[in-house]
């Protein structure tokens, strides 16, 4: 597998977590995995690594001796074009809480990969020992981490100071966030719980590396007796010449969490001891300070864990006095692993002590120095203790514990927890970037497309906040189906009633229930088939004219509107009186609907405040409803059947109930129609040109189709049967670029797969995000009209075919808008050698249901030989 590792300190920087992590990579790689490495900038003489990724960090600010790094947009493309080159990645393990394990949890979102986290310290403990403002640094690091990954739920009071607990809510925000989580000890694991940490936790032992077990193994001590196996022999090799010093051996790091000082003050009051400190850091002027002259105190720096392993084999004793602090405390194992007894002070560590391999004393430097002086009085006291530990097996061969690292990764490959089904409103995840009363508001209009195929990663259900309400969006179109079918229960329209109220009362769109189920079978006739016969013969004689009346220049997304605006009008009523209404309908229905758009889109308060508009749309929807009226009045009088949508509405008796639609009825439906047939279908028609025009192979195959069936025209609606490529190309862009928004409320509580949600709950869900997502389509970044070839279409799951929707509320007008989309492109390709004009990059406009390209301006050169 490919595992991508983040850890906030470079693997070149000393100290127990990057002990762990390097561990953790070579025997990862030991097993055959690969592994990606992604840091913060390390020493600049760090030899380059092919697997290392170092994220940029912020300029001139450093914690602690280490650069910081935040979770950027700049380092996201970073990862994302690694992830690209070097994937795909199957597992992405975080270690640490800051802005590079943050960047990776956030990475692992994006790409839909599963997330484990290692919770290696004690940040609460750090903090307030090292930060000179600890509440201010930890209430600006838990704000910072919110922002980034919003914390959830509330936390177990604990006895604990004030910045404790900030730091406590980032680390269990960063464990929350992840599907499986670790922690070094049982003891921090019981901690973690007792803070709120849910779900399962592995408790897994920090490892020491393979090879520097076996070399430790192989090598002879320094005073020259025979090295032997580690194990029972080990611990003797090293055994203190009865006469000299006790030998005391510090590993650590110099900072105050790990009490550098108490050490030294308890050495320095036994006079048989010397303690040698290998280990760097803010204390060690004081450290130094302190030693003062007294030769028994050697400083050697900050060194390598195998020169710590070597030492070890060198020395009588481990002192370890940290307390609360430590979650396992690597020298505690690379002592047992060495044969070295210890003593320590914090009782939560004897997990990390084999049984009788050492000493727990009081935390004071006189409690320290007693229990020395104690070993330094009796060596067989340490000999019992080199014996004990011999005795216990070593626990933490690295090999070992990667086994037990990948099986967890392994588990979570196998059954993705981002793609099981919540079963509580609480367990729905929330899609990241969730921002502060904006919620996704940003995210979502910046880019609402990309936005969308984003969540598919996320779970089968996720939630949105577009301003401070949330929404429910159903990424399967397994899910998608329980809400067409009625299966999670039922659904109202009542927000968009409202937004569209005054032009569109109460047509099929905003009913529910029987009504709605009445309404649409009310409406079935005048789309059936049959009656689109009679259409397509006006369509075709309307996309002729329109093409031959075209400039030379034109923006056709400007004019694929007019088109389609004027070719379901015509459908709607074919009779003379009906040009009033039609004059009408061009006059006013694009500003309506731009205005129902926005309405749904605005919060309440906003449009209630919206008086003028208000007004100006009142008044316009009336005047439409009043033509169209008069035309329905009309119609009704002259009693002749025109072959049109109006005569079809008028003429219809619901063989079940015996109904009959009333004049505003039939006013709703029409407009209806005209609301969410024009839009749509323009748009689709206008992304079939742009993928023509921008591929000279399908634009050529286009072509070559239309020459032989179409020749020089004109268009005629039997063409609509032999335009197989076309077609091809026409169900791939319903495909691309399908709507990409649907919304209705629960009536009453609803329920999908067993997740009940409260009645009221807003729905969402997206053909669009459906159509690109990789599990149902292969490469959906791509347009690939072959996709719908005979021989490829089968491998097509049927469900995840959404552009027209699904169940009670499917399209009615989608073989309409089929054979208007049909038409007018073979029109405009008989008449027409369209290019796009250069320089030209398309800008999706997500302001409909469906996007449209913004604009679309391309020249015209007639065809030869019309
Ligand atoms: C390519 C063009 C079109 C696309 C992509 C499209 C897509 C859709 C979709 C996805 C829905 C279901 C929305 C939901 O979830 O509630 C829908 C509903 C509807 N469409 Fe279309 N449509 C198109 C063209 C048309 C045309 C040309 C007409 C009429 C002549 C039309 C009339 C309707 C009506 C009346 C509804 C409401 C159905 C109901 O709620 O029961 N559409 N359309």
Known sequence: MHIALFTDFHPGTVGGIQTSVAAQYRGARRLGHRVTVFTAPGPESTEPDPDLVVLSPVRALSVNGFAAVLPTRANARLIDAVFAERGPVDIVHTQTTYGVAVAGVKAARRHGIPLVQTIHSRDDVFIQHTSPAPYPAALAMRALHNSVLPHRGRMPRNPESRSARHAWHTMIAQAQAADAVIVPSAHFAERLRAHGLAGRLHVISNGVDDDLLDELEATPPADGRDATALGADLGATA?????????????????????????????????????????????????????????????????????????????????????????????????AAAGLPVVYCDAALSESVPPGG????????????????????????????????????????????????????????????????????????????????????????????????????????????????????????????????????????????????????????????????????????????????????VTAGIADEWAAALPGTVNLMESAHALVLDTISATLFTADFGAAAKAEVRRNIPWLLAQV??????????????????????????????????????????????????????????????????????????????????????????????????????????????????????????????????????????????????????????????????????VVYSPYLVHHDPRHYPDPARFDPERWAPERVDGIDRKAVLPFGVGARHCPGNNFALLTITLATAALFTHWNPALDSGYRVRPSSGDFVAAPSRLPVTLRPRTGR
């Not at 790990?258 to 003050?265: C, D, G, S």
């Not at 070597?310 to 690379?334: V, Y």
């Not at 023509?692 to 063409?719: C, F, N, W, Y």
């Not at 862009?733 to 409260?758: H, K």
Request: a neutral charge; glycine letters at 8%; hydrophobic letters at 45%.
């Open 597 to 762: 758009v926005q309405r749904a889109a605005l919060p309440d308060a906003v449009n209630r405040a919206r008086f003028l508009a208000d007004r100006r749309f009142a008044a316009k929807a009336a005047a439409l409803r009043g033509e169209i009226g008069a035309v329905v009045r009309a119609y009704r009088a002259d009693g002749r059947d025109h072959r049109d949508v109006l005569s079809a509405l008028i003429g219809h008796v619901d063989a079940e109930t015996g109904a009959r639609l009333g004049d505003e009825e039939i006013v709703d439906e029409l407009i209806l129609m005209l609301a969410a047939g024009v839009g749509s279908t323009a748009s689709i028609l206008a992304w079939v040109w742009y993928e023509t025009l921008r591929s000279p192979e399908i634009a050529k195959a286009v072509r070559a189709e239309l020459d032989t069936e179409v020749g020089a025209g004109p268009v005629e609606p039997d063409h609509l049967y032999r335009l197989p490529y076309l077609r091809r190309v026409i169900l791939e862009t319903l495909r691309y670029w399908g709507p990409w928004v649907s919304t209705q409320n629960a009536d009453g509580p609803v329920t999908f797969d067993g997740l009940t949600l409260p009645d009221g709950a807003v």
């Open 239 to 335: 055994r203190r010449a009865d006469a000299g010093p006790l030998r005391v051996l510090w590993c650590a790091r110099l900072s105050a969490e790990k009490r550098p000082l108490a050490a030294i003050e308890a050495v320095l009051r036994v006079p048989g001891a010397v303690l040698d400190v290998y280990g760097d850091g803010d204390q060690l002027a004081a450290a130094r300070e302190l030693a003062g002259a007294d030769p028994r105190i050697r400083f050697h720096g900050a060194r390598s864990q195998r020169d710590c392993l070597h030492a070890m084999r060198e020395h009588d004793i481990l002192l370890f006095p940290s307390l609360g602090f430590d979650t396992q405390g690597m020298a505690l194992l690379e002592a």
């Open 358 to 537: 050492g000493v727990l004393t009081g935390p004071e430097p006189d409690a320290i120095a007693a229990a020395l002086r104690t070993l330094a009085d009796s060596p067989a006291g340490l000999e019992t203790r080199r014996t004990a530990i011999a005795a216990t097996p070593f626990p933490a061969r690295q090999s070992a514990l990667s086994a037990e690292i990948t099986a967890v990764y392994a588990e979570l490959i196998a059954d993705p927890p981002h793609a099981r089904m919540p079963r509580t409103p609480a367990e729905v995840p929330t899609a990241p970037g969730r921002l502060p009363l904006l919620g996704h508001s940003i995210a979502a209009l910046r880019d609402s497309l990309g936005f969308v195929r984003s969540l598919a990663a996320v779970g089968p259900v996720v939630r949105v906040y577009l301003g401070p309400r949330p929404a429910y969006v159903l990424t399967t179109p397994e899910l998608i189906r329980q809400v067409g079918f009625g299966t999670a229960g039922e659904f109202h329209r009542d927000d968009l009633r409202a937004a569209m109220h005054e032009v569109v009362r109460g047509a099929s769109n905003v009913l529910a229930g029987p009504p709605h189920e009445l309404r649409r079978r009310m409406i079935a006739p005048a789309l059936r088939r049959r009656r689109l016969q009679d259409y397509a013969a």
